[in-house]
């Protein structure tokens, strides 16, 4: 839940926070209560207060700036009891996950203004008096599904967000305790959970109630509808030392067996809320040996027919130092025990059952069908003692190409049970798992530092790796991997003078590390202030082989990784193309291009020589070109079939040699 616009109360003593209902469109058959009411202190309320507003600012206040970048929306609140001078809480809840919430008040009941980021949202409107109006979406309804959207352009000023609250009912009663409970101790909250006709709706926050006596309760502001009550042995967060029950009215676990209360607008429902002793489940842990296994923790899952108790409600224990637990404050129901893992040993379940563990990186332990099912009530105490046996074991060492441990790796082991499913080898590269489900095991290798390739098992993706590691229990499985090293190699192996080369690493998914550096070799000596990733190949290189380091950071340290030396670099020869084309009035045009392998266009650029042989006389024409490229038109030429040498004279220290073509055109 956030709290929305501040905490305050219009009685001494009251804190009032909004309920946050959900951002997501496809759960919007919700409905949600008014308010969370809690009873504090005085001192504790304004401290509550001037924390708030230390984070938050002043509720509803905004800069300048604020109200000229952001758009706004406005209205006014009226409705039943709000005549009283007290404060009326506006929330925008945005529709977007990522949207920020938020709230402002009106003092007295009136008009509003609030800012907000462009965006959707559902506007909510609740009063502080106890219980005299009720709150509601902006739209007339009570649930997120009846909210009327309010869609925010930026800088765009809304008006007509208007509400008028109705009538609130109220449910008031007193926690009935069993016998034996003493008189005066803290017992716990209730919580009014709306129902929509034969639908209940879920609302995890509700309506609280906690009042000083810890006896009595009374739950104001609440819409005209259908509602459950539920216990809960929580006081003000805080569990209470009795030995009650979390329940619902009609005592049951079950919100689905809960005994409906109806509340009508103006109206106070009285209930009386008994609540039952709670049942206790105890037991003692130990191994195959007898041995006690202390501090591991009991879960006890209620369940209903057909249910996956992991998606129940829970309650928990920790062993001892004798491994003797005791699950307490149990509602009635059935109950299924889950016993750790207290590594070294795999977690079994009640019975000595031990759970099948699915596939995939999600997963997680199934209940096994032989596991024992138990039925408590109303102060019941079972008893339930467990044999665990030890996991299986995955061990191993990760060193480098040369034999080197590498320490620092990070390992995991999936699909693993979500407790301990990494480890970090140590100083001498060694890593181990202990306590392992049976179940096979895609073992990842990373280097956090990045320089070594991660590793998945016998492969370099989890679609390559060919073996899945099986485990079983009490067995020790060794898995020594070998890292890949991060060889660099030169992008082209027979480089050429004026040729730009790149450095790359082998292994295609990884990335250079950051801030590694580069250093390229000439003959294997290094090439002063060739340090990056390219190089462009120089005069100097003609006839050297070229090589270039890699040299990464990793643990402080400082490491080298060398490509294989390309081919001796030599010079190329250029290609000249002409094409002709003849008009009219004696003029010719001439298209040239000069090509040449693995040099950049910027190379090319020169001068042509063009050489007209043919009836008439000759004649010789000499023009720059530029990237290789050069249209070329020649006027008065003569009548006729005419020859043109088209030449690209050569560039010393580029090309072993010139280039010359030909290239005929009938003049007319």
């Known amino acids: 839940m956030t709290i929305t616009s501040g905490w305050r109360g219009s009685r001494p003593g009251e804190m009032r926070c909004g309920p946050e209902p959900e951002s997501s469109v496809g759960r919007s058959d919700r409905t949600y209560a008014s308010a969370m009411r809690l009873r ?52 925008a809840y945005p529709l977007a996950p990522s949207g920020t919430q938020r709230g402002t008040h009106v003092v007295p009941a009136g008009t509003f203004t609030m800012y907000l980021e462009p965006g959707e949202y559902r506007v909510m409107f609740y009063s502080s008096m106890a219980g005299e109006s009720a709150w509601e979406f902006f739209g007339g309804g009570h649930t997120t599904a009846d909210a009327k959207i309010v869609t925010v352009a930026p800088g765009q000023k809304i008006t007509g967000i208007d509400a008028t609250l109705e009538r609130a009912g109220t449910i008031e009663g007193e926690i009935i305790l069993p016998p034996g409970i003493p008189d005066g101790d803290p017992v716990g909250s209730v919580v009014a959970q709306s129902r929509d006709g034969s639908t209940w709706l879920d609302n995890p926050n509700g309506v609280w109630s906690v009042d000083s006596d810890g006896r009595t309760f009374r739950l104001g502001g609440l819409p005209a509808g259908t509602y459950r009550l539920r216990f809960v042995n929580k006081n003000g967060g805080t569990i209470t030392p009795l030995d009650v029950a979390t329940g619902y009215l009609g005592g049951t676990d079950d919100p689905e067996e809960a005994t409906p209360v109806r509340v009508e607008a103006g109206e106070t429902t009285r209930v009386d809320l008994p609540v039952r002793r709670g049942a206790h489940i105890r037991g003692k842990v130990t191994d195959a040996s007898g041995r006690p296994v202390p501090r591991t923790t009991v879960t006890a899952l209620y369940t209903r027919p057909g249910d996956i108790p992991f998606n129940t409600q829970s309650y928990y224990a920790t062993t001892d130092d004798n491994g003797e637990y005791e699950v307490r404050s149990l509602s009635k129901g059935t109950y299924v025990l889950r016993f750790g893992p207290p590594d070294p040993y795999e977690a079994v379940f009640s019975g000595g059952a031990y759970g099948k563990f699915l596939s995939g990186w999600d997963a997680g332990p199934d209940v096994p069908d032989d596991a024992r099912r138990i039925t408590v009530d109303a102060g019941d105490v079972a008893t339930e003692d467990v044999i665990v046996r030890e996991g299986g074991s995955l061990q191993g060492t990760v060193r480098d190409s040369t034999g080197l441990p590498l320490p620092g790796i990070l390992v995991m082991a999936g699909p693993a049970h979500p407790q301990g499913q990494t480890q970090v080898t140590d100083a001498l590269g060694r890593y181990r798992f202990v306590g392992r489900p049976r179940t096979k095991y895609l073992m990842t290798f990373t280097d956090p530092s990045g320089v070594y390739a991660t590793r998945h098992q016998e492969g370099v993706s989890p679609r390559d790796a060919r073996t899945w590691t099986p485990v079983e229990v009490e067995t020790t499985v060794d898995l020594d991997v070998v890292m890949r090293p991060p060889l660099p190699v030169v992008s082209d192996a027979e480089p050429t003078y004026g040729e730009v080369i790149e450095a790359r690493l082998t292994s295609g998914d990884q990335t250079p590390q950051a801030g590694a550096s580069w250093l390229w070799r000439r003959d294997g000596k290094t090439i002063p202030g060739a340090t990056g990733r390219t190089y462009r190949v120089t005069k100097a290189d ?127």
Request: net charge positive.
């Open 40 to 91: 504090l202190v005085p001192a504790a309320a304004v401290t509550a207060a001037l924390l708030l507003i230390a984070l938050l600012g002043s509720p509803g206040a905004a800069s300048s700036s604020e109200r000229d970048a952001k758009a706004s929306i406005s209205g006014t609140v009226t409705g039943y009891g709000l005549d009283h001078g007290d404060w009326v809480d506006v929330v």
């Open 542 to 668: 003609h006839r050297a082989r070229l090589s270039v380091t890699y040299r990464p950071r990793r643990g402080g340290a400082s490491l080298s990784f060398m490509s294989r030396a390309t081919s001796r670099v030599a010079t190329t020869k250029p290609r000249v193309t002409a094409t002709s084309s003849s008009r009219h009035h004696r003029t010719v045009r001439l298209r040239i291009a000069v090509k040449a392998k693995s040099v950049s266009t910027s190379l090319l650029d020169g001068r042509v020589q063009v050489a007209r042989r043919g009836a008439g006389g000759d004649a010789v024409y000499t023009r720059a070109i530029k990237n290789g490229r050069l249209n070329l038109t020649l006027r008065d030429q003569p009548r006729g079939r005419q020859t043109y040498r088209v030449r690209f004279l050569k560039a010393p220290e580029t090309f072993a040699a010139s280039a010359t073509t030909r290239a005929s055109a009938r003049v007319r």
